[in-house]
């Protein structure tokens, strides 16, 4: 079965909340774990929002990946780009090609929109996602820098 890739809902908050602590388990964040209650609140965000897309990647057996990704004024241009800030599949899901149908659907609902380009970061240590990046777009030309404010 190809996966579908939606909009997330809020009946999909059980699911998003456990996608998203493996997620920050993945980024080093310990056992911080996501409530119900968070995943809700993310699910309005994105509904009440038009510059925030939540998508979740399901296969039929139940939410098995997301993308979190906003719609950015591009200043260069003029025009909008879009910005994929965090995704993320499910261990057992890996290799299927959800994460290639999410961003296969974030560049749909950009030219839609009008994006010069969608751009996202991804950490150095991730090899498996960069091997599968660059089966699908070019290395940016530039570094990230970070100033954790928190």
Do not use: C
Not at 6 to 21: E, F, H, I, N
Not at 61 to 82: H, Q, V
Not at 85 to 109: C, M
């Amino acid at each position: 079965m190809s996966p579908r890739i939606r909009p997330l809902q809020k009946s999909d908050a059980p699911g998003l909340a456990a996608l998203v602590t493996g997620y920050r388990r993945a980024m080093g964040a310990g056992g911080s774990e996501m409530l119900e209650t968070e995943a809700h609140r993310l699910i309005s965000s994105a509904d009440a929002d038009l510059n925030i897309l939540l998508l979740g990647a399901d296969a039929g057996t139940g939410l098995l990946g997301f993308a979190l990704a906003f719609d950015l004024p591009e200043i260069i241009s003029g025009r909008n780009a879009g910005q994929l800030d965090d995704l993320f599949v499910a261990p057992e899901a890996r290799g299927t090609g959800l994460a290639r149908a999410l961003i296969g659907r974030l560049t749909e609902i950009g030219m839609v929109r009008g994006w010069t380009h969608l751009r996202w970061l991804v950490p150095q240590d991730n090899i498996a996602a960069r091997r599968l990046y660059e089966t699908l777009a070019e290395p940016a030309p530039w570094d990230s820098f970070r100033i954790t404010l928190a």
